[in-house]
Structures are given as C-alpha cells and as structure tokens.
C-alpha cells in the first residue's frame, strides 16, 4: 500500500512536467499552403483592377461595389416595390456573358430562361449573388471576379482560366 501511494505521487509529479509543443513535421506542406495564398491574393488584387477599370470604360453605366467583390449597375431599375427573393422563392431569369472587353462568350438564346430556387439548387455563385439583389423586371449588368465565375479551370470552352466575366442578367416575373 506505501508502493502504491509513493508511485502515485511520483506519477503526479512527472505529469506536471511542462509539456513541449509539437511542431509540423512536413514544413514543405506549410510553405505551398502559404504561397498559395499569396499567389491567391495577387490574383484577386489584379481581378479587381480590371473590374474598376472596365466598369471606368463603361460610360452608359454607374457601377456599385458590393460586399462580395463584384461591381454592379442597373441597366432597367423595377417600377414596382417588389421584395427581394429570399430562400425558396423560384425566380426566372435569362442572361449572357461577355468578357471584359464586351465580347459576348454565350448568349441568351444559347443559355436559356433559367428556373432557380433561391439558396436550394446549385447554381454558380456569381448567378446566385446576382438574384438576391433583383426584383421582377429588372435588368442588372455585373461585372464578376473569377472565383464567382469558373474559376482556376474555365469552362474548358469559351471561358478561360481565372477569367472575371460581365454578365447581364434580366429577371422575369416568376412562374
């Protein structure tokens, strides 16, 4: 019984040692991670230059800036006091996309009227932000960065890699 109590007290004693943190053991992971990062915030600095300088070129329109990093303008502004979509409204809308330099990549024939209920089907990002801030019978130009586009892979046709796009968007009246 003494054993036992003595090996208690040397067991508390050792386990008040002060513990040494443990450090990553593969620091190449650590490195790419932060270069990556990096590598991202260039991008999306030189994204955000070409949006403000092409929303300057653009004369026929006032552009804004939203929260999410896009710039957008009305083009056709609703006469109603319509509310704003909110989650499972189903909206209809059609739209084109263009480059930055106004060349049309798809248009509203080839897309199509788009059905969408709002924050419950998959849908682009870019698309998705835009219908929260539309009313029936709007008309909105926004100008995207490419992570709310396609991104780092295009759309391995008419959009190229890390490609901020120009959409412009008009929302129907709901079906």
């Known amino acids: 019984m003494k054993h036992k109590g003595l090996f208690f007290i040397l067991v508390c004693f ?27 915030k260039k991008l999306i600095l030189e994204e ?27 083009e056709k502004k609703s006469s109603t006091d319509s509310k704003l979509p909110k989650k499972g409204d189903l909206v209809r809308f059609q739209y084109q996309i263009q480059d930055l330099n106004n060349n049309i990549l798809y248009d509203k024939q080839t897309l199509g009227i788009v059905d969408y209920a709002v ?43 890390n490609q901020p796009l120009r959409f412009t968007i008009e929302r129907l009246k709901s079906p």
């Open 14 to 40: 050792i386990s008040c040692a002060q513990v040494e943190p443990r450090y990553p053991l593969n620091k190449e992971k650590t490195i790419f991670l932060n270069s990556s990062a990096e590598r991202n």
């Open 48 to 74: 955000e230059r070409l949006l403000l300088q092409s929303a300057a070129k653009d004369t026929e329109h006032k552009f804004q800036r939203s929260d999410a990093g896009y710039l957008f303008a009305f």
């Open 119 to 161: 924050d419950q089907e998959d849908l682009l990002p870019a698309l998705r932000e835009a219908m929260r801030i539309m009313r029936p019978d709007e008309v909105v130009v926004f100008l995207f960065p490419s992570y709310l586009c396609y991104g780092y892979q295009g759309d391995g046709e008419k959009i190229g890699i």
